[in-house]
């Protein structure tokens, strides 16, 4: 009977239960904003798409690589995007080993979010070396 | 009071407050998050949408180079196609409003399945051509015309190579020329005074990086004369299925010349009836620029249309109101264009 009179436990089991309710909603928030940022990184993702597989529509973006014409594919690349984008253009063999040697770029990195894209294309030349075509896009505000 | 009172009193107060405000909180962050997943949720479908319009091909798949048809599923890709983002040049051609088969916008939003979704679409060329007469000199047999051509993308000069055709009563020219670093070049023609009236002065760039960034300017000016071109809308030219269709207003007149332009070639249109003219299946990659000259008794005009029909701006007009974008690389006719599907106006 002594113990069910003893209640001195109980402010603190309510504040533990509010707390936890603090705890868990701030978690349940998280996901959502992960999903704000997302819907920003798809528009880039699908620009970078769009832009890789019209480069490869005629052969142009495996003919610019075999023959490591780097300065072609940039100023390719960049006719194709909207002036206020940041890119960055990474080409890699099939052992992923780095191809160019020179930086593809519209210039210095930007502090805002950068989204990948890989590609890969096949060259039609007698080698049929595969490439694996790296965009990066970034806005530049 | 005992001090274990008052403790406990405002430990409770400050429970209660910190629970009422976080609860205010947290409503307003998990309205934002449920607006957040309602937006991605309009997104995702409003992207698949874009990508079902641009990658199938509606039906019937011919429903472009058909006049008679409409569409009841809406695609504008190119039937047989194997290249992605590859559109028909007759599909978007019947976008345009100036085409006199294009199609209403009830009929697109009936055929893309919308029913409380307005729909826009906008095709534009890679790079803007714009052309001004910057001088002219009178000699005793002829004038000599100056133009500037600017030529820019995102406002950027661009380095082209130019092909500028000049169009005038009994009088045709051709020359090849480029545009500096900065976008800008300088074309001559000299017309004698012998063809005066309308002229008319078509020029295509293309841009060194790459033949399929091909894109056209038109210039209309008067030589010798004061007439006035006659309305467009009175002298309609509607090319559908590589044929050219001239208004029925055209009947009145002589057509003196029918041409098409394209960045490489030039070729005279043969008639095929009274109001038709075959139009060649040019296979290189760059718009077509169809030019028609016709006259009576007292009027002489020069009257054009491109084909592809774009420019175009189609369906919803979402100036001033929200709506979600998508923009794309499309080709029509192996040219580049930019090709921006806009949707809004769903309810809450």
Same mark, same amino acid.
């Given at each position: ?53 019209? %480069? ?5 973006? #495996? +003919?610019?690589?075999?023959? /490591? @014409? ?7 690349? =960049? ?19 780095? %191809? ?5 770029? #519209? +210039?210095?990195?930007?502090? /805002? @979010?950068?989204v990948g894209t890989d590609y890969v294309? =096949? ?19 | ?59 019937p798949a011919n429903w472009g180079s ?283």
């Amino acid at each position: 009977m002594n113990f069910l009179r003893d209640n001195r436990g109980q402010i603190r089991t309510i504040e533990a239960i509010f707390a936890s309710i603090l705890i868990f909603s701030s978690i349940a928030l998280i996901p959502s904003l992960k999903n704000v940022m997302n819907q920003n990184d798809q528009i880039l993702s699908s620009i970078a798409r769009n832009v890789l597989i019209t %480069l490869d529509q005629d052969g142009s973006l #495996s +003919g610019l690589i075999d023959n /490591g @014409n780097w300065t072609g594919l940039s100023s390719l690349v =960049a006719s194709l995007l909207p002036s206020a984008m940041w890119f960055n253009l990474t080409v890699f063999d099939e052992n992923m080993q780095l %191809l160019n040697e020179n930086q593809i770029s #519209s +210039g210095t990195p930007v502090s /805002g @979010n950068i989204v990948g894209t890989d590609y890969v294309c =096949a060259s039609p030349s007698q080698n049929y070396r595969i490439y694996i075509v790296r965009l990066q896009l970034s806005t530049v505000n | 009071m005992p001090t274990i009172s008052i403790d406990t009193f405002f430990a409770c107060t400050l429970m209660v407050s910190v629970v009422i405000i976080s609860s205010i909180l947290l409503t307003g962050t998990l309205n934002a998050q449920m607006a957040s997943v309602k937006d991605l949720n309009q997104d995702e479908y409003f992207r698949a949408l874009s990508e079902y319009v641009l990658l199938n091909t509606g039906a019937p798949a011919n429903w472009g180079s058909d006049s008679t048809i409409g569409p009841s599923s809406f695609g504008l890709a190119k039937q047989g196609s194997l290249r992605s983002y590859e559109l028909d040049i007759d599909k978007t051609s019947r976008l345009n409003s100036q085409n006199a088969f294009a199609l209403t916008y009830p009929e697109i939003l009936t055929a893309a399945g919308l029913s409380d979704i307005a729909l826009g679409i906008s095709i534009s060329q890679m790079m803007n051509v714009s052309i001004s007469l910057s001088a002219n000199s009178t000699s005793p047999q002829s004038v000599m015309y100056t133009f500037r051509i600017s030529v820019s993308q995102d406002g950027a000069g661009v380095e082209t190579s130019l092909h500028c055709y000049t169009v005038a009563r009994n009088f045709l020219s051709d020359s090849y020329n480029s545009t500096s670093a900065d976008g800008t070049g300088y074309f001559d023609v000299e017309l004698p005074n012998a063809s005066n009236g309308t002229a008319l002065l078509v020029v295509f760039a293309r841009a060194f990086q790459d033949s399929r960034i091909t894109a056209y300017g038109v210039y209309s000016f008067q030589h010798l004369s004061s007439q006035s071109q006659p309305e467009d809308t009175t002298f309609n030219l509607s090319p559908l299925n590589y044929t050219l269709f001239l208004n029925s207003a055209y009947s009145n007149f002589t057509v003196e010349n029918c041409y098409a332009f394209s960045y490489g070639y030039q070729s005279n249109l043969t008639a095929t009836s009274n109001e038709t003219y075959a139009i060649p299946t040019i296979s290189e990659t760059s718009p077509m620029v169809l030019v028609t000259s016709a006259s009576n008794a007292s009027t002489y005009f020069i009257n054009w249309t491109d084909y592809p029909q774009v420019p175009l701006e189609a369906g919803a007009d979402f100036q001033n109101s929200e709506s979600y974008a998508f923009s794309y690389l499309v080709t029509i006719k192996g040219t580049l264009y930019n090709l921006v599907l806009r949707f809004g106006g769903i309810s809450p």
